[in-house]
């Protein structure tokens, strides 16, 4: 049974445990090209278990227990995917995914035991790609992990260089979005999501349509977390969801571009 729970591994495990993996880097041959993952959960045992159905997955693993190491690894290592614990020694999730975004875009999987629906939230708006909460089947970790790898990074090669709605300017080259004279800096899932309404301006998109945009078809979970990116994104771009200029709500279907004006 691949179940865990964050009681289950609290103890530890014993020397001879077969999922036990060393901090650091798992050995790889010269000129491995295989997609790198960092995991980072205090939980020596778990972080143990999803590092080796990952490395059994065809995976580069590397596996870390605290914040600070997590951030320094992030940079080093520089992984396709951090697989991120909320709960962390010496910084917490939320700050290691906020200082990871400030240098790198690789695709972070938060992985939470805390109740608090804010916690989620909190961890979306900096910058996580997808969330999972304890107790999870390990192999749906390892399929949700190959879904990030297979999201597109940047914006479809179909979408025109530069879009523009009323004041709001996006280059999808630079990923760079600009509201009149000032720079607004979005998350990557943000700007894939401004990207998507602006390249289809006239289209009503429902949450699975923008899902499979965004997220990739093969996506699995809650299609709410659409709801959730998408408030953060109308925060930052001063949007009034009573009133808006950007991204309008289409009743019993789901968003579309605004007016711009």
């Known amino acids: ?7 289950s591994l609290r103890h530890g495990p014993s020397p001879t445990d077969p999922t036990v993996v060393k901090t ?13 993952v960092l995991v980072v ?3 020596k045992a778990l972080a143990g278990m999803i590092a080796n159905y990952l490395d059994r997955a065809g995976h580069r693993v590397r596996v870390e227990h605290t914040g600070p190491d997590a951030v ?17 020694p010496g910084l917490d999730g939320v700050e290691v995914c906020r200082r990871v975004r400030t240098f790198s875009d690789c695709m972070v999987l938060m992985v939470t035991a805390r109740d608090d629906e804010t916690d989620t939230l909190i961890g979306l708006s900096v910058g996580a790609d997808d969330y999972m909460t304890k107790p999870f089947s390990v192999r749906e970790l390892v399929a949700r992990v190959g879904v990030l790898l297979r999201r597109p990074r940047g914006a479809s090669t ?9 004041d709001l300017t996006v280059d999808t080259h630079a990923r760079e979005v600009r509201l009149a004279d000032s ?7 943000e700007f894939d999501l401004l990207a998507t309404f602006l390249g289809q301006p006239r289209r009503a998109f ?24 998408i408030a953060h994104l109308r925060r930052k771009l001063g949007d009034d969801a009573s009133n808006p200029r950007f991204i309008e709500t289409v009743r019993g279907v789901g968003y579309r571009a605004g007016s711009g004006s």
């Open 1 to 7: 049974e691949d179940r865990v729970t964050c009681r």
């Open 24 to 36: 650091g880097p798992m050995k790889a041959p010269p000129n491995d090209h295989r997609t790198r």
């Open 41 to 43: 959960d205090d939980e």
């Open 72 to 88: 320094s690894a992030a940079r080093d290592w520089v992984p396709d995917v951090i697989v991120l614990d909320l709960g962390l």
């Open 158 to 166: 179909q979408v025109a260089a530069t879009l523009r709605l009323g």
């Open 183 to 189: 720079q607004i800096q979005l998350t990557r899932t």
């Open 206 to 229: 429902d949450r699975r349509a923008l899902i499979e945009a965004v997220w990739g078809v093969d996506w699995v979970g809650d299609e709410h977390l659409v709801d959730t990116h």
